[in-house]
């Protein structure tokens, strides 16, 4: 996985809340067995029209939004399925940071698998950073994952943010948790030896 | 001891590490496994030499692109058949249980899980699939994950999790004639929103819950993920273990009946504390159904489709009308006057064999509407074989329904069953997203009754009145 340290970048402002996985990915490109690829397929359904050409009604097909790395969108971003394919999908297109004023659990978790920073900020701010970037397309934000800080050229938005210590170690030095979680191999077989003595059946206690 | 919810005594039974700041290392005892979510998984694995650690623990089935009609027939789309050829593969080559396309025991993840007696009491349960949260309904912790942590527990039959905040959702009272457990999960996801979850783990409490059938149970924790919830459960009782006995992977005899005395242990303790607490009035429910583009935008029967010029929020009447624009529904039609093109009876959610007969006994002896064409996809090769021993086979093909084999189907349209643009669905599964059933396809989520009156009047009805 890439690490992620600093991330300076045009944002793309979806201004809709509640975008699904659905969306993201349609499942009619779920079916590779690889996790490259699907940047194509990115928000198909509203990038593109009925004959395949691109819908020039949807953000990313207008002008001075095609470079753009950094995503905004509204609250409750990533609601639905579980599938990956949505941060392989904005991976693989260009995307490195989704910022919004909530995410759903299971969205958020697969960023960090996948070195994509999602950035909690408060609504009042991402709607600000939606406006600025509606107005000027290729207007750009600037992340530091180690100090936590979002800011824009001019300065007229600066914020912090929150992040867990561990995921943010894990991205900063782009490490996935299975290598980690195998250094406790004792605990595991420990846990397992213990839990066959009371005949496989978990009581709660 | 302080008192614990039925959420913290599985939590605490499952801890292999704990450390400040970083999310616990849980023990998890059953991961299931399907073909759309585990070939990055099992390759992650081979490119790192590493095994799956407890093969035993791991079960796979092959439900999301499995075609629902002939078994005979070759897969037309190559790109599903090599999904699935991948999964027969990496089962093969990891030592994994699989219930293959031509399995007896094939169906829907989430329920041939209950089915074979691989879901219990007490048990961490994970897989590749948002709607694993169906297992909780015996009293399990059963939470979706992404493919990154599918091969994550391959490989260390653990999960790295943050706790979630514990949720109570009491429904209180006794449910009407022709309202069901869909009904009751669309009535909650209405009223705390499809984000009002999030972070939470629900326990589902109260007098409906408790008279509630295994397969209802099954219904309304299958749809806590459309709330945002990490997981949805149901304390274990009588309901649970009689659903239980005897099935294929539980303990058998004297064994079951120790596990039964254990696993009443699981209940939440008197006096313990939720972080949330929601509270519905079950008796005044009616049946309901959804009008817009997710599983919160959605009302009773007797209701209307929604105004936006009504609402404060911008927001608000933006999201409704862009909603209403996409599903072609006019502000303040009544929801009986919602003509349909297309019924869909199937899915994780609705599927079971209490769901067909309840179907069945709507649709006995009438007709579906010469405007709709309607299918009926049993969760399992069981289920459909139980679903045929009892007949209902032939009263859904007298009444004009199509009667296909087990799978996801159209619940996601990963197969060929699709909606075509504009096609209006009265479907029981989970999701109403845009394009969930197809491109420009238009979904009304709703129970099985419901959704059978509506195939035979061609539009929605009120089923109390049926």
Redesign the interface.
């Known amino acids: 996985m890439e690490p992620f340290i600093k991330h300076n970048g045009a944002v793309l402002p979806l201004n ?3 975008v ?1 996985t ?2 993201i990915i ?3 490109f ?6 490259t690829g699907f940047g194509q397929f990115l928000f198909n ?1 509203w990038r593109f029209l ?1 004959d395949g050409s691109p819908n020039p009604d949807f953000i990313l097909n207008k002008p001075g939004y095609e470079n753009a790395s950094i995503l905004v969108g ?3 971003f990533g ?6 394919h949505a941060p392989w999908a904005l991976l693989d297109y260009g995307f490195k940071c989704v910022i919004a004023p ?5 969205f958020f ?2 960023c960090f ?2 070195g994509v920073l999602p950035v909690v900020l408060p609504e009042e701010t991402v709607n600000q950073i939606l406006e600025k970037a509606e107005a000027n397309p290729g207007y750009q934000l600037h992340i530091d994952l180690d100090g936590q800080r979002v800011w824009d050229e001019d300065e007229e938005i600066v914020s912090g943010f929150e992040i ?3 995921r943010r170690y894990l991205l900063l030095n782009g490490l ?3 290598g980690l ?2 250094e ?1 191999d004792d ?2 077989a420990t ?2 030896a213990n ?1 066959s003595t ?2 496989g ?5 | 001891m302080a008192p614990k919810t ?1 959420f913290e ?2 939590w ?3 801890i ?2 704990e450390e400040e ?3 616990t ?1 849980l ?1 998890v ?1 059953l991961h299931l496994v399907h073909e ?2 585990s ?2 998984a099992f ?2 694995l081979r490119m ?1 030499n ?1 095994k799956v ?1 407890r093969p035993e623990l791991t079960v796979a089935t092959a439900d ?2 499995t075609p629902t009609w002939e078994l005979t027939k070759p897969i037309i ?1 190559p ?2 058949k ?2 699935l050829d ?1 999964l027969d593969k990496n089962c093969d080559e990891f030592g994994v249980t699989l219930y293959d396309r031509f399995s007896p025991l094939q169906g829907i993840v989430h329920v041939i899980g209950p089915e074979q007696g691989y879901t ?1 009491p ?2 961490i349960i994970v897989c ?3 709607h694993t949260s169906t297992h909780g309904a015996f009293g399990a912790f059963a939470m ?6 599918v ?2 527990v391959l ?4 999960i ?1 999790q ?1 706790k ?1 905040k514990t949720m109570e959702i009491r429904i209180d009272g006794t449910l009407g004639k022709g309202v069901t457990a869909k009904d009751v999960i669309l009535a909650i996801i209405g009223k705390i929103g ?2 009002g979850a ?2 939470h783990a629900i326990e589902y409490t109260g007098e409906v819950m408790r008279n509630m059938s295994m397969e209802g149970r099954m219904t309304v924790c299958n749809m806590s ?1 459309e709330g ?1 919830a ?1 997981a949805g459960m149901v304390a274990p009782d009588d309901t649970t273990f009689e659903y239980m006995r005897g099935r294929a992977q539980v ?1 058998q005899g004297d ?1 079951f009946d ?2 039964v005395e ?2 009443r ?2 209940a939440t303790d008197e006096g313990a504390t939720y972080d949330t607490v929601v509270t519905i009035d079950g008796s005044s429910l009616e049946p309901h159904l959804t009008w817009g583009t ?1 599983p919160g935008m959605e009302g009773p029967i007797s209701g209307k489709v929604p105004n936006p010029a009504s609402y404060e929020d911008a ?1 608000d009447r933006e ?1 409704i009308g ?1 909603a209403l624009e996409y599903m072609g529904l006019e502000p303040d039609t009544l929801m009986t006057d919602i003509k349909l093109d297309r019924v869909f009876i199937g899915s994780c959610t609705n599927s079971r064999i209490d769901d067909l007969r309840a179907a069945a006994n709507i649709a006995k002896g009438k007709k579906v509407s010469d405007s709709v064409y309607a299918m009926v996809v049993p969760g399992s090769a069981a289920i459909k074989k139980q679903a045929e021993e009892e007949g209902l086979d032939k009263i859904f093909t007298e009444a004009g329904f199509d009667w296909r084999i087990a799978g996801c189907s159209m619940c ?3 197969n060929p069953d699709i909606l075509s ?1 504009g096609e209006r669905c009265a479907s029981t599964s989970n ?1 109403n ?4 059933q197809g ?1 420009g396809g238009r979904t009304h989520l709703v129970s099985p009754e419901m959704a059978a009156a509506a195939a035979i009047a061609g539009h929605f009805v009120d089923v109390r009145d049926w």
Request: hydrophobic content about 25%; proline content about 4%; overall charge negative.
């Open positions: 809709r809340v509640n699904d659905d969306q349609p499942k009619q779920l079916k590779r067995i690889e996790r359904d009925e509204g609250r409750n609601c639905g399925s579980s599938r990956e909530s995410f759903a659990d299971i978790n697969n698998q996948n867990e210590s561990f996935d948790d299975i979680t195998l406790r605990e595991i846990f397992e839990r009371h005949g059946v978990l009581t709660g206690d | 039925m005594k599985m605490d039974s499952h292999v590490h700041g970083q999310p290392v023990y005892d759309v979510t070939p990055q390759d992650g790192n590493r650690r999301h692109n789309d790109i599903a090599a999904q991948a219990q007490g048990k590749g699939d948002s979706g994950i992404g493919t990154s942590e091969e994550h490989a260390t039959q653990t790295r943050f979630p499809i984000g999030t972070g993920i945002g990490r303990p064994e120790a596990a254990q696993w242990n699981l997710n927001g999201s862009r996601l349209g990963m643009p999701r997203f845009e394009g969930r491109k």
